[in-house]
Protein backbone atom coordinates (compact mmCIF):
# COMPACT_ATOMS: atom_id res chain seq x y z
CA UNK A 1 0.00 0.00 0.00
CA UNK A 2 1.31 3.07 -0.86
CA UNK A 3 2.18 6.51 1.25
CA UNK A 4 -0.87 8.13 -0.20
CA UNK A 5 -3.20 5.83 -0.05
CA UNK A 6 -2.32 4.89 4.03
CA UNK A 7 -2.76 8.56 4.78
CA UNK A 8 -6.32 8.42 3.99
CA UNK A 9 -7.12 5.14 5.54
CA UNK A 10 -5.24 6.25 8.58
CA UNK A 11 -7.15 9.10 8.69
CA UNK A 12 -10.52 6.88 9.05
CA UNK A 13 -9.68 4.83 11.59
CA UNK A 14 -7.81 7.24 13.57
CA UNK A 15 -11.27 9.53 13.71
CA UNK A 16 -13.69 6.21 14.52
CA UNK A 17 -11.29 5.06 17.15
CA UNK A 18 -11.39 8.34 19.34
CA UNK A 19 -13.16 8.14 22.34
CA UNK A 20 -16.75 8.95 22.72
CA UNK A 21 -20.34 7.99 21.93
CA UNK A 22 -20.19 9.47 18.20
CA UNK A 23 -21.30 6.48 16.27
CA UNK A 24 -19.72 7.92 13.11
CA UNK A 25 -16.90 9.63 12.13
CA UNK A 26 -17.75 12.86 9.73
CA UNK A 27 -15.37 14.34 7.05
CA UNK A 28 -16.08 17.60 5.16
CA UNK A 29 -15.28 18.59 1.63
CA UNK A 30 -12.19 21.00 3.31
CA UNK A 31 -10.89 17.99 5.17
CA UNK A 32 -11.09 15.51 2.52
CA UNK A 33 -9.91 17.99 -0.30
CA UNK A 34 -6.70 17.48 1.56
CA UNK A 35 -6.57 13.79 1.29
CA UNK A 36 -4.41 12.34 -1.91
CA UNK A 37 -6.22 12.47 -5.38
CA UNK A 38 -8.66 9.69 -6.65
CA UNK A 39 -9.12 8.31 -2.86
CA UNK A 40 -12.70 8.67 -2.05
CA UNK A 41 -14.19 6.68 -4.81
CA UNK A 42 -12.36 3.16 -3.92
CA UNK A 43 -13.25 4.09 -0.16
CA UNK A 44 -16.95 4.22 -1.27
CA UNK A 45 -16.51 1.38 -3.37
CA UNK A 46 -15.20 -0.63 -0.16
CA UNK A 47 -18.03 0.64 1.75
CA UNK A 48 -15.55 1.78 4.12
CA UNK A 49 -16.98 5.27 3.29
CA UNK A 50 -20.59 6.33 2.82
CA UNK A 51 -22.13 9.72 1.92
CA UNK A 52 -23.38 12.06 4.16
CA UNK A 53 -25.93 14.69 5.12
CA UNK A 54 -24.95 18.43 3.31
CA UNK A 55 -23.54 20.44 5.62
CA UNK A 56 -25.23 24.00 6.58
CA UNK A 57 -22.02 25.70 7.44
CA UNK A 58 -18.72 26.69 6.10
CA UNK A 59 -15.89 27.79 7.56
CA UNK A 60 -15.71 31.27 6.01
CA UNK A 61 -12.23 31.92 4.24
CA UNK A 62 -12.91 36.16 4.11
CA UNK A 63 -10.54 37.02 6.50
CA UNK A 64 -8.00 35.01 9.12
CA UNK A 65 -10.63 34.44 11.79
CA UNK A 66 -12.05 31.09 9.85
CA UNK A 67 -15.23 31.37 11.24
CA UNK A 68 -17.76 29.39 10.76
CA UNK A 69 -21.03 30.30 9.14
CA UNK A 70 -24.13 29.03 7.96
CA UNK A 71 -25.28 28.76 4.48
CA UNK A 72 -28.32 29.95 3.10
CA UNK A 73 -29.51 28.82 -0.59
CA UNK A 74 -30.53 31.30 -3.11
CA UNK A 75 -31.49 31.77 -6.87
CA UNK A 76 -29.43 33.32 -9.34
CA UNK A 77 -29.56 35.17 -12.72
CA UNK A 78 -26.56 33.50 -14.05
CA UNK A 79 -24.97 30.38 -13.73
CA UNK A 80 -26.35 26.84 -11.75
CA UNK A 81 -29.53 27.39 -10.86
CA UNK A 82 -28.79 27.66 -7.15
CA UNK A 83 -25.58 29.18 -5.43
CA UNK A 84 -24.75 28.69 -1.57
CA UNK A 85 -24.15 31.81 0.21
CA UNK A 86 -22.41 32.58 3.84
CA UNK A 87 -22.23 36.26 5.37
CA UNK A 88 -20.12 37.76 7.45
CA UNK A 89 -21.44 38.94 11.31
CA UNK A 90 -17.92 40.60 11.92
CA UNK A 91 -17.23 43.29 9.72
CA UNK A 92 -20.40 44.63 7.34
CA UNK A 93 -18.00 45.54 4.31
CA UNK A 94 -17.55 41.90 3.67
CA UNK A 95 -19.79 39.51 1.91
CA UNK A 96 -21.82 38.09 1.45
CA UNK A 97 -19.33 35.08 -0.20
CA UNK A 98 -20.55 32.47 -2.73
CA UNK A 99 -19.52 29.06 -1.66
CA UNK A 100 -18.82 26.34 -4.30
CA UNK A 101 -22.24 23.51 -3.45
CA UNK A 102 -19.22 21.23 -3.65
CA UNK A 103 -17.99 22.89 -0.43
CA UNK A 104 -21.27 21.25 0.99
CA UNK A 105 -20.60 18.03 0.48
CA UNK A 106 -19.35 15.34 3.47
CA UNK A 107 -18.67 11.81 4.06
CA UNK A 108 -19.15 9.59 7.21
CA UNK A 109 -16.96 7.13 7.96
CA UNK A 110 -18.02 4.47 11.21
CA UNK A 111 -16.64 1.44 13.77
CA UNK A 112 -19.87 -0.46 12.11
CA UNK A 113 -18.73 -0.03 8.38
CA UNK A 114 -14.91 -0.78 9.28
CA UNK A 115 -15.62 -4.06 10.69
CA UNK A 116 -18.20 -5.00 8.17
CA UNK A 117 -15.70 -4.53 5.60
CA UNK A 118 -13.21 -6.99 7.57
CA UNK A 119 -16.07 -9.57 7.78
CA UNK A 120 -16.50 -9.21 4.00
CA UNK A 121 -12.79 -9.31 3.13
CA UNK A 122 -11.48 -11.72 4.84
CA UNK A 123 -15.16 -13.93 4.83
CA UNK A 124 -15.83 -13.97 8.22
CA UNK A 125 -19.07 -13.70 10.42
CA UNK A 126 -19.40 -11.22 13.31
CA UNK A 127 -19.85 -13.59 16.40
CA UNK A 128 -20.17 -10.93 19.20
CA UNK A 129 -20.31 -7.00 19.17
CA UNK A 130 -20.53 -4.55 22.11
CA UNK A 131 -23.16 -1.87 21.49
CA UNK A 132 -20.86 1.35 20.17
CA UNK A 133 -19.19 -1.48 17.47
CA UNK A 134 -15.35 -0.79 20.19
CA UNK A 135 -14.68 -4.34 20.20
CA UNK A 136 -16.03 -6.84 17.59
CA UNK A 137 -14.90 -10.73 17.62
CA UNK A 138 -15.39 -12.70 14.72
CA UNK A 139 -15.67 -16.59 13.67
CA UNK A 140 -12.10 -18.28 13.51
CA UNK A 141 -9.68 -17.16 11.46
CA UNK A 142 -8.19 -19.67 8.80
CA UNK A 143 -4.92 -19.15 6.52
CA UNK A 144 -3.45 -21.70 5.22
CA UNK A 145 -2.90 -24.54 7.88
CA UNK A 146 -3.62 -22.01 10.22
CA UNK A 147 -6.85 -21.08 12.46
CA UNK A 148 -6.81 -17.85 14.91
CA UNK A 149 -8.98 -16.68 17.20
CA UNK A 150 -9.89 -13.40 15.26
CA UNK A 151 -11.31 -9.68 16.75
CA UNK A 152 -10.80 -6.04 16.20
CA UNK A 153 -11.11 -3.30 18.40
CA UNK A 154 -11.32 0.62 18.20
CA UNK A 155 -9.93 2.18 21.84
CA UNK A 156 -7.89 5.12 20.45
CA UNK A 157 -6.29 3.55 18.13
CA UNK A 158 -8.09 0.82 16.05
CA UNK A 159 -6.40 -2.74 16.15
CA UNK A 160 -6.41 -6.27 15.03
CA UNK A 161 -5.69 -9.45 17.46
CA UNK A 162 -4.99 -12.58 15.97
CA UNK A 163 -4.53 -15.25 18.39
CA UNK A 164 -2.29 -13.64 21.10
CA UNK A 165 -1.06 -10.93 18.78
CA UNK A 166 -2.07 -7.38 18.68
CA UNK A 167 -1.26 -5.05 16.00
CA UNK A 168 -2.43 -2.21 14.12
CA UNK A 169 -5.27 -3.00 12.15
CA UNK A 170 -4.36 -0.61 8.91
CA UNK A 171 -1.35 -3.27 8.87
CA UNK A 172 -3.97 -6.05 7.51
CA UNK A 173 -5.34 -3.69 4.99
CA UNK A 174 -4.17 -3.74 0.91
CA UNK A 175 -4.94 -1.36 -1.70
CA UNK A 176 -3.65 -0.93 -4.91
CA UNK A 177 -5.37 -0.52 -8.39
CA UNK A 178 -7.70 -3.27 -8.02
CA UNK A 179 -9.38 -1.29 -4.71
CA UNK A 180 -9.45 -2.25 -1.31
CA UNK A 181 -9.17 -5.43 0.28
CA UNK A 182 -6.96 -7.14 3.35
CA UNK A 183 -3.66 -8.18 2.87
CA UNK A 184 -3.53 -12.44 2.29
CA UNK A 185 0.28 -12.01 3.25
CA UNK A 186 -0.07 -9.92 6.26
CA UNK A 187 -2.74 -12.25 7.74
CA UNK A 188 -0.56 -15.51 6.97
CA UNK A 189 2.33 -13.36 8.77
CA UNK A 190 0.51 -12.63 11.61
CA UNK A 191 -0.97 -15.86 11.90
CA UNK A 192 2.01 -17.72 11.73
CA UNK A 193 4.10 -15.65 14.37
CA UNK A 194 0.88 -16.15 16.73
CA UNK A 195 -0.36 -18.29 19.51
CA UNK A 196 -2.92 -18.48 22.16
CA UNK A 197 -1.81 -17.46 25.44
CA UNK A 198 -2.75 -20.54 27.29
CA UNK A 199 -1.94 -23.66 26.03
CA UNK A 200 -3.60 -27.11 27.96
CA UNK A 201 -3.52 -26.17 31.52
CA UNK A 202 0.23 -24.07 31.81
CA UNK A 203 -0.31 -20.48 31.74
CA UNK A 204 2.19 -18.32 29.38
CA UNK A 205 3.45 -15.23 31.53
CA UNK A 206 2.27 -11.92 30.37
CA UNK A 207 6.05 -10.36 30.59
CA UNK A 208 6.64 -13.56 28.36
CA UNK A 209 4.29 -12.67 26.44
CA UNK A 210 4.51 -9.59 25.89
CA UNK A 211 8.41 -9.99 25.03
CA UNK A 212 7.53 -13.02 22.20
CA UNK A 213 5.26 -10.44 20.75
CA UNK A 214 7.30 -7.78 20.12
CA UNK A 215 10.13 -10.10 19.15
CA UNK A 216 6.89 -11.50 16.30
CA UNK A 217 5.61 -7.99 15.07
CA UNK A 218 9.47 -6.78 14.63
CA UNK A 219 10.01 -9.78 12.25
CA UNK A 220 6.92 -9.45 10.34
CA UNK A 221 7.55 -5.74 10.04
CA UNK A 222 11.10 -6.51 8.65
CA UNK A 223 9.32 -8.99 6.25
CA UNK A 224 7.07 -6.08 5.01
CA UNK A 225 10.05 -3.93 4.52
CA UNK A 226 11.94 -6.48 2.44
CA UNK A 227 9.06 -6.95 0.32
CA UNK A 228 8.85 -3.21 0.02
CA UNK A 229 12.24 -2.62 -0.75
CA UNK A 230 11.63 -5.53 -3.34
CA UNK A 231 9.17 -3.68 -5.21
CA UNK A 232 11.42 -0.45 -5.41
CA UNK A 233 14.33 -2.51 -6.67
CA UNK A 234 12.36 -3.05 -9.77
CA UNK A 235 11.27 0.11 -10.24
CA UNK A 236 14.27 1.91 -10.10
CA UNK A 237 17.25 -0.76 -10.52
CA UNK A 238 20.33 2.00 -10.48
CA UNK A 239 19.91 2.85 -7.06
CA UNK A 240 21.97 1.38 -4.34
CA UNK A 241 20.34 -0.38 -0.98
CA UNK A 242 20.41 2.94 1.12
CA UNK A 243 18.76 5.09 -1.20
CA UNK A 244 16.16 2.56 -1.64
CA UNK A 245 16.18 2.75 2.37
CA UNK A 246 15.72 6.53 2.09
CA UNK A 247 12.74 6.36 -0.70
CA UNK A 248 10.82 4.04 1.97
CA UNK A 249 12.11 6.28 5.26
CA UNK A 250 10.27 9.72 3.52
CA UNK A 251 7.14 7.74 2.69
CA UNK A 252 6.59 7.35 6.37
CA UNK A 253 4.88 3.89 5.82
CA UNK A 254 7.03 2.54 8.25
CA UNK A 255 7.09 5.28 10.91
CA UNK A 256 10.00 5.91 13.38
CA UNK A 257 12.42 3.73 10.83
CA UNK A 258 15.38 5.64 9.78
CA UNK A 259 16.67 4.56 6.60
CA UNK A 260 20.16 3.27 8.09
CA UNK A 261 18.02 0.50 10.29
CA UNK A 262 15.70 -0.25 6.93
CA UNK A 263 18.54 -0.75 5.12
CA UNK A 264 20.58 -2.68 7.83
CA UNK A 265 17.32 -5.50 8.22
CA UNK A 266 16.73 -6.35 4.88
CA UNK A 267 18.78 -8.01 1.57
CA UNK A 268 19.44 -6.31 -1.50
CA UNK A 269 17.66 -8.43 -4.25
CA UNK A 270 19.13 -10.30 -7.02
CA UNK A 271 19.34 -8.40 -10.48
CA UNK A 272 18.07 -10.97 -13.00
Known sequence: MTFRYRKA?????????????????IFS?????????????????????????????????????????????VNLPYGPPQAAISTCHLFRD???????????RRWA??????????????????????????????????VRDLRRAFSIEFDCTAKAIIGSSSLPLIDLFEWNERGIALDPESLTDYAAQSEDKQSGNRRVQPSVTVREDRKRLTDIRNRRLQRRLNELAKAHRTLSKYQLAKKIEKSSEFPGMTAGTIARVTKMPEKK
Do not use: Y
Open 29 to 73: FDEINHWPANTVEPLLAAKLLKEFLPAEAVTCRGCEENCRRPITF
Open 94 to 104: MGPFEQPLNRL
Open 109 to 142: GSRELVARFVGRAGSLNIKDRDEQWRRVRFGTLQ
Open 9 to 25: LAAILERVAEPGDQQEA
